[in-house]
């Protein structure tokens, strides 16, 4: 049944854009009409060390903070977090709700029996594929990863579009120049930095796009039942 | 810029001026999506702020860094890194004595650090805001969200608000300018936020347009006049008998003290009416289950609220708005037909638990439960509270 809210963690090693990937979950889901929330959670650490974020979105106001401790959702940005416990919590799908979604970024599979077990006792449906090689094919880049991710959620939930994901990584990614566009001071460095980003959103939407369809397919394939309740706009208004 | 170019109708960075009112009820507003950090940089914008000192420490870095881009866009008169915490909060005291607005911010260690000046800050009757992001101050060092550095701010004799989100955060820092500089009270304001689950929490947010800002500060109005070749920092810090070993002088310190709380006290009616009240009580009114929180703890505790309404058990949550000063009359109406106040609590201590129950002394039955409690980062699961309800309370969980 799908809920009116969903909690998503997603760990990943730092460097890898997962705070990044939960900011534009947001915005997205925010531009779709949902109630949505992000937050970071890291140490005082550096690349490659286990950091977390977290996204929440709901047809009903939100007003859970920090971390995730029982998601419905948890998407695995690097192998690490599973094979030497690069996470924030022991086994990474810990609190991992009934009927929820797990995405992991592997070429190999990673889940023992055990796992499996639990997760099928849980009609937990689990997704592994290599989502830093769809990165590096389609974007030419492994930095790529977290929009490969994003897209892969989203295509999984069905009810927020691509439109909205394009809204989403154009904010984060050319806010500050739409901020100072009016003003004379884009100078012709500006301008061919802005050029290059609008090649990198781009890229970016093209990777996001490829793995929304593939697991748009996937979540057919496995028959997952529809997550989150739609949210139905009218002229820009949230219907209740 | 300068501030000679501020003129009646519009400030040096040419916005138009507008009163705390119409800025915070009246002008249009619109849709944002952004953090704590972003939004802190959009409050003090709006704020014709003469000064801003700051000092980097994780969660409130971005902030305190955004100030610092307003000073480069022309919006804030003055900005610079001070050596440490304690230089900051002295430094701003430098600014705000010289008859500046003055805004600063920090967090955990960064206040403790600091901590000899705030008492001076209130001794001296400077309306100088802090924001606080509050981290975790225990050793070995955390820089995650844990608020006991609240702990001993609560009597420095500065006010205390705390905010619970972004909106918040935004509304407070403007609400807290105006009523720190009314006349009458004219205090420190301390405007508190839970460190990474506001300031790096990216939500929805109204934001009046950004070309009109507050009036500015009027230091010839203060109860302590501002410094200058003749007069000392502390207006009677000039008379000879401050420091001597008398009873005339310890009167004088006792009664400035006692002044310096009544001033907080002061504050109240302009609180009530910036902030739309000390206290917002949401959820069934008749009910025998009350959450009493402030700040991120009251947002769970208001998805407490939701998951027990889904099972029929009634409840309501009161979020304290300010701490200093105390809302004693408003917590007490809200707590009346309370049997159990749960106090969920993001610090080992429970400063919160124990300025209630003082609070309530005498005054009510209920039974007072300072938990859940969370500390060192932990987040506060609605679970974790639901527990406690059914653990203390006769209601059952499904």
Request: aromatic fraction near 8%; include cysteine; glycine fraction near 8%.
């Amino acid at each position: 049944m799908a809920k009116d809210s969903l909690k998503i963690r997603m760990p990943a090693l730092g460097g890898q854009g997962a705070v990044t990937a939960a900011h534009i979950a947001a915005t997205a889901a925010d531009t779709e009409g949902y109630y949505a929330v992000s937050n970071p959670f890291f140490g005082a650490e550096k690349r490659m060390a286990p950091s977390e974020s977290y996204t929440r979105i709901g047809t009903v106001p939100i007003y859970d903070r920090g971390e995730v401790i029982y998601p419905d959702i948890v998407m695995i940005y690097h192998p690490q977090v599973i094979t030497m416990g690069k996470s924030y919590t022991m086994p990474f799908y810990a609190g991992i709700k009934e009927n929820g979604l797990v995405l992991i970024n592997s070429d190999i599979e990673l889940l023992t029996k055990h796992d499996k077990d639990f997760l099928d006792s849980m009609n937990v449906k689990v997704l592994t594929r290599d989502f830093t090689k769809f990165a590096v094919e389609i974007a030419g880049t492994e930095l790529a990863t977290n929009m490969a991710m994003l897209g892969a959620l989203f295509g999984a939930l069905g009810t927020i579009g691509k439109p909205a994901i394009e809204e989403g990584i154009k904010d984060r990614f050319l806010k500050k120049y739409t901020a100072s566009g009016g003003t004379a001071s884009l100078d012709s460095v500006i301008e061919k930095k802005f050029k290059k980003k609008l090649d990198l959103i781009e890229k970016n939407l093209e990777t996001a796009s490829a793995a929304y369809d593939l697991t748009a397919e996937w979540a057919k394939e496995v028959g997952l039942e529809p997550m989150l309740e739609p949210v139905s706009m009218v002229d820009g208004v949230r219907q209740i | 810029m300068s501030i000679k170019d501020m003129t009646k109708e519009k400030n040096w960075s040419g916005q138009k001026l507008v009163s705390t009112d119409y800025l915070l009820f009246e002008a249009p507003r619109e849709k944002h999506f952004m953090t704590g950090s972003e939004v802190t940089k959009e409050a003090i914008k709006r704020c014709t702020v003469d000064a801003s000192v700051s000092y980097p420490i994780t969660p409130q870095s971005e902030a305190a860094h955004l100030i610092g881009e307003l000073w480069a866009e022309g919006y804030v008169g003055m900005y610079f890194r001070g050596e440490n915490e304690f230089g900051v909060m002295s430094e701003v005291a430098g600014c705000a004595m010289a008859g500046a607005r003055t805004v600063t911010t920090t967090s955990g260690p960064g206040t403790l650090r600091a901590m000899e000046n705030f008492p001076m800050w209130s001794g001296t009757r400077i309306p100088v805001q802090l924001i606080l992001m509050a981290r975790g101050i225990n050793s070995p060092l955390t820089i995650q969200p844990d608020n006991l550095e609240v702990t001993f701010m609560l009597e420095t004799g500065c006010m205390i608000w705390y905010a619970e989100n972004v909106q918040e955060l935004f509304d407070m820092t403007i609400a807290a300018f105006t009523v720190a500089e009314m006349p009458d009270v004219h205090v420190p304001i301390v405007t508190v936020v839970d460190g990474f689950f506001v300031s790096h929490t990216r939500e929805a947010v109204m934001l009046p347009a950004d070309d009109i800002a507050l009036h500015p500060y009027d230091p010839y109005a203060a109860p302590l006049p501002p410094i200058d070749s003749e007069m000392p920092p502390g207006r009677f810090l000039r008379d000879p008998f401050v420091m001597k070993s008398n009873y005339i002088s310890y009167a004088t310190h006792a009664s400035w003290q006692w002044e310096v709380r009544s001033a907080v006290d002061r504050s109240r009616p302009y609180a009530r009416h910036y902030l739309n009240g000390l206290a917002h009580v949401t959820g069934d009114e008749d009910a025998e289950i009350v959450f009493v929180a402030c700040g991120t703890a009251s947002n769970q505790a208001k998805e407490a609220h939701r998951e027990l309404a889904k099972q029929g058990i009634k409840s309501k949550v009161v979020k304290l708005r300010t701490i200093r000063p105390f809302p004693h009359e408003e917590l007490l109406a809200a707590t009346k037909s309370a049997k159990y106040i749960f106090v969920p609590e993001f610090n080992i201590v429970g400063w919160l638990d124990k300025e209630v129950t003082q609070s309530l002394y005498g005054k009510s039955e209920a039974k007072i439960i300072g938990r859940p409690r969370v500390a060192g980062g932990m987040s506060m699961p609605v679970e974790s509270i639901l527990q406690e309800v059914f653990e203390n309370t006769n209601a059952k969980g499904a």
